[in-house]
């Protein structure tokens, strides 16, 4: 992750929008963020920390600025970059105080939202790789947070370092090898458990046991063939029997079912013979029919025409009326004739003189509205003329106004400079008295100093360990000596005397000598740091007294002045700014009126101008139009056919009249046309009318001869025929449909009959001399027999599935048995791999965890190289071997070796400074040692707040200088500090300035 920009808007300290856009630094990759104790260095972290996480760097959990007023919203917009991928994230902070998030990235020459709100957290943390607590740990080490990294668990750095090496591919081996472990296991489980089964299911306890109940079964099986083979042959004999009997049985019981259906058919033959004289009669009506038929559609036909007869003869009537009425009409058109003709020459009139009038009224009007236009120009103009004169008298203020503004507003630059000098002073003041405050503390610190106690202290102690190894030098001898014996040489020197062997003192203690060994080394410690802080306090003693004379010397009596001589200076100055700042600001104001009085002056003369040419060219056509009316309304005067021109509604009775005559005319017209046309029309439809209702009585006539022959001829049919009247040939009559099903009705009958007379003789012959047989009694035997052979089957086949059970489980345990001590063996080995990957053995360490400290040693030999560059070689880190308790994994902490003692020490027991370096050797190591490692993730960024202040002046300057040298690799590296030495040092710098109403930033490049 690399920093691009970031917007801060009512957050903290900053009220106004504060933008630091990183692209300033141009290439630099380590900059410093600096400023007074307060003024919110701090904040630029923890609004970078809040645009992505919704947290501070440390402990704060309000975020929007004391200053900021009801109307202004808190917000951040962090943007960033991951590789080649550019992405903003934004957190605003609504009225009620709730934080709406947003994350976007950059596509196609903008930015697209990704994610709002809801999973804003989780899409942060799979981007970055780090959650917020391990994101202070590794990228953003927090003031006073330094160390949390190089003093975790073993469980913590895990979580760290995983997300960092991206090691979660061993973690899936870990769990692929213990679903493997228990994939077998319970394999050979199985297997173990399914060979208990076939046994107990079988009701033994062992293969052999199974084998000896074979040839037991299969004996018995062969007895049970036997019976089975005799009770097959009398079924086969019973069956022959049977199946005889049941042939003879249908035999009797068809004989007895057709004599009785052909009882059944003799009874029904009078219906037979009845159909058969129905049918014969239909037969002789079918002759008679179209005749019959032929009638009836004449008298159809005599009717229909009669009805035709009586429509046309009413339709002639009223043709004849309607000629009637048409020649009335056509008479009174006639006499009409004089008048139309009289209206016609007065439309002519009227359509003459009309254009005349219509422009007439068109001239009057124009009269009159050039009569409105000249005096509301006249108006137009007066109110001009007033406007140009006030607005010259407001011009002659304005530049009255002008005059007395323009000495105040000229030295506002002045003013500012005063206050921008001001407030420099005010500035070098605080660092002045800054300075003041820590140099009298520094020079507390020499006079308390324990150097000269740890010095005494150190001594006494060198003493008693010299006396405590004299001591332990004497007991040996006495040991020694004790085991002298006279005569034999000594094992040290040889003599065979012994004149003063050594005797034995007071008992002594190693551990006491041990303890006072280490109290030696602690004590030359924190000898040898207090010697360096004196030293450093010295020296930075040195440097403030150095920095006050310089403070002094610029302030000059500002330095002796009280604090509210400087407030009553400030608020003089800053009233003095106001006052020139109003002055200019008024001035703005007064020269924007005049330039808009001059443009309105200036477009005054332009209007009144056209105004009067206006009123000219009014003037000029007002006398032409005056002319031309008077001409015409001599004209329309001397027309004695139209009332006088003096009528303002001449034109609209004329145009009405002409209208109403041109109606009347085109209607008359058109009445005439219809009439004429309407005649005509109504004489052909009488002559047509007149000749088809003659043809129709004619052929009424003829029909109604010819329908009376063919009634006669018919009757002569029916007395031929047997028939006495009309009815008795209607009653015989029949449809085809129903004469052809009364015809197969009989055929069914006849040939029903015959078959069964046919059957029941072949029938009679084969039941002769027979007796029925009775079947029950077969049957009975049948079923006992059936009853016999299905137990016979039942037995058989129990035992043939005993037996093929039997052989199928014996062969299944054999089968079993081969596969388990295969089993065995493989579950033996995947248990053992599960085992050591999930470290449920050996040293209690998981492959992931194993390859995590693989990946630490390489983090620990680089951040020792660096620990011991900024310690001068003391210090190198180290990876703990150890674990004070087994039941908890291990294999991730971290100790410190002194390499003046030459022993390991816990990492807590380094001091602030100390600890201080080996969290930035750490942090440093972690960032080069990722970025090398292909698929890690991308550690482009660490941001360090605070810690330089403890540190010597030489441990100062080999931590600037490691820091320095990651520019190299690329990595940006962010310090913030109040230290001077670091502010010196560094080129790219951004500066925090208080103010009474919030901070603001200012970079130094």
């Not at 033994?204 to 109940?213: D, G, N, P, Q, Y």
């Not at 035999?251 to 004289?277: G, K, T």
């Not at 003041?429 to 308390?448: M, T």
């Not at 560059?869 to 087994?886: H, K, V």
Request: glycine share 6%.
């Amino acid at each position: 992750m690399r920093p691009l920009v970031l917007k801060m808007t009512a957050f903290g300290p900053y009220v106004h929008e504060q933008i630091v856009d990183f692209g300033e630094l141009k290439g630099r990759n380590f900059f410093l963020i600096h400023g007074p104790t307060g003024s919110g260095k701090t904040s630029l972290l923890d609004a970078m920390c809040f645009a992505l996480y919704g947290r501070s760097t440390g402990m704060r959990d309000t975020y929007r600025s004391h200053h900021a007023d009801d109307k202004t919203l808190t917000s951040v917009v962090f943007e960033f970059t991951l590789g080649e991928r550019r992405f903003r994230a934004e957190r605003r902070m609504t009225k009620g105080g709730n934080v709406v998030p947003k994350l976007e990235e950059w596509k196609d020459g903008g930015y697209e939202i990704i994610v709002e709100r809801k999973d804003f957290s989780d899409h942060i943390k799979s981007l970055l790789g780090f959650d917020v607590e391990q994101f202070r740990q590794v990228v953003m080490l927090p003031q006073g947070q330094f160390s949390r990294f190089l003093l975790a668990s073993s469980k913590d750095k895990e979580a760290i370092l995983k997300t960092l090496f991206g090691t979660d591919r061993y973690e899936q081996i870990t769990a692929f090898l213990k679903e493997q472990a228990q994939s077998e296991n319970a394999r050979y489980t199985a297997i173990e458990s399914s060979r208990t089964t076939l046994l107990t299911g079988q009701g033994a306890t062992s293969l052999e046991e199974l084998e000896a109940r074979e040839p037991i079964l299969a004996a018995e099986l062969e007895r049970l063939q036997q019976e089975e083979s005799q009770l097959a042959v009398r079924q086969k004999e019973l069956n022959l029997r049977l199946t005889s009997a049941e042939a003879l049985h249908q035999i009797f019981l068809e004989y007895d079912s057709v004599a009785e259906q052909l009882e059944r058919c003799r009874s029904d033959e009078i219906h037979r013979n009845r159909d058969d004289a129905r049918l014969q009669e239909a037969e002789k009506a079918v002759r008679l029919q179209p005749a019959f038929e032929r009638i009836q559609e004449m008298e159809r036909s005599l009717f229909s025409q009669s009805e035709q007869l009586k429509k046309i003869g009413a339709e002639r009537e009223g043709l004849v009326n309607r000629l009637q009425t048409l020649q009335e009409e056509n008479r009174r058109m006639a006499d009409a004739a004089p008048d139309r003709e009289n209206r016609r020459r007065r439309i002519e009139e009227l359509q003459r003189i009309l254009p005349e009038w219509e422009r007439f009224e068109g001239e009057r009007r124009r009269l009159r509205e050039a009569t409105e236009q000249i005096e509301t120009i006249k108006r137009t103009l007066e109110g001009a003329i007033a406007k140009r004169e006030a607005g010259r008298q407001a011009l002659e203020r304005i530049d009255g106004e002008l005059a007395e503004l323009r000495a105040p507003a000229a030295s506002r630059p002045l003013r500012e400079q005063a206050l921008v000098d001001w407030e420099r002073l005010m500035r070098l003041h605080a660092s002045f008295e800054q300075s003041r405050q820590r140099l009298e503390a520094l020079e507390a610190e020499l006079a308390a100093s324990k150097e000269a106690a740890l010095k005494t202290a150190l001594d006494e102690t060198a003493r008693s360990i010299h006396a405590l190894e004299e001591e332990q030098k004497k007991a040996q001898a006495a040991v020694l000596a004790g085991s002298l014996v006279p005569g034999e040489p000594c094992p040290v020197c040889g003599s065979e005397h012994h004149p003063a062997p050594a005797v034995p003192s007071a008992a002594h203690d190693d551990d006491s000598l041990l303890t006072l060994r280490e109290r030696f080394d602690a004590l030359r410690a924190e000898h040898d740091a207090c010697s360096r802080k004196k030293h450093a306090d010295q020296k930075e003693v040195q440097l403030l007294q150095e920095r006050i004379a310089e403070l002094k010397a610029e302030l000059g009596p500002l330095a002796l002045a009280s604090e509210d001589e400087r407030r009553v200076e400030v608020k003089e100055r800053q009233e003095h700014l106001r006052l020139a700042i109003d002055a200019e600001r008024r001035e703005a104001q007064i020269q924007a009126e005049r330039n808009a009085l001059l443009a309105s002056q200036k477009s005054l003369e332009s209007e009144t101008e056209r105004l009067r040419e206006m009123q000219l060219l009014l003037s000029e056509e007002l006398s032409k139009l005056s002319a031309s009316v008077a001409g015409r309304e001599q004209l329309f005067r001397s027309v004695g056919s139209i009332e006088g021109a003096e009528r303002k509604d001449g034109i609209s009775n004329i145009t009405k009249e002409l209208e109403r005559l041109l109606a009347d005319e085109q209607s008359d017209q058109k009445r005439l046309t219809q009439l004429q046309s309407d005649y005509e029309r109504a004489v052909r439809e009488e002559a047509s009318t007149s000749a088809t209702l003659r043809s129709l009585q004619e052929r009424h006539a003829e029909e109604s001869i010819a329908l009376e022959k063919q009634r006669h001829a018919f009757r002569s049919l029916l007395e031929e025929s047997g028939w006495q009247s009309e009815e008795q040939f209607l009653a015989a009559a029949m449809p085809v449909e129903e004469r052809e099903l009364l015809k197969q009705k009989i055929r069914r009958y006849d040939a029903q009959r015959q078959g069964l007379e046919s059957r029941f003789s072949e029938l009679a012959e084969k039941t002769a001399q027979k007796e029925r047989p009775d079947l029950g009694i077969l049957k009975e035997e049948n079923q006992r027999l059936q009853e016999s052979q299905s137990r016979l089957h039942t037995e058989k086949g129990a035992f043939v599935e005993r037996q093929m059970n039997l052989l199928r489980a014996i062969e299944a345990v054999r089968e079993l048995d081969r596969d388990q001590e295969s089993l065995r063996r493989r579950r033996e080995l995947w248990k053992g791999l599960a085992d050591a990957a999930s470290g449920a053995s050996g040293r209690r360490i998981t492959l992931q965890r194993y390859v995590l400290a693989y990946r630490l040693e390489e983090v620990l030999g680089n951040a020792s190289e660096r620990l011991r560059r900024m310690t001068q070689g003391r210090y190198s880190l180290r990876r703990s071997q150890e674990s004070d308790d087994l039941r908890q994994t291990f294999g991730l902490d971290l100790v410190v070796y002194d390499h003046r003692t030459g022993k390991l020490r816990p990492v807590s027991s380094l001091s602030g400074g100390e600890s201080f370096l080996a969290s930035l050797a750490l942090a440093l190591a972690l960032s080069s040692v990722v970025q090398s490692r292909t698929g890690g993730i991308r550690l482009d960024t660490i941001l360090i707040d605070e810690g330089f202040g403890s540190l010597d002046p030489e441990a100062l300057d080999l931590a600037l200088s490691t820091l320095k040298q990651l520019q190299e690799g690329g990595r940006l590296v962010g310090v913030i500090s109040h230290v001077e030495e670091i502010r010196q040092q560094v080129e790219a710098r951004i500066e925090v300035l208080p103010g009474p109403t919030g901070s603001r930033l200012r970079w130094h490049l």
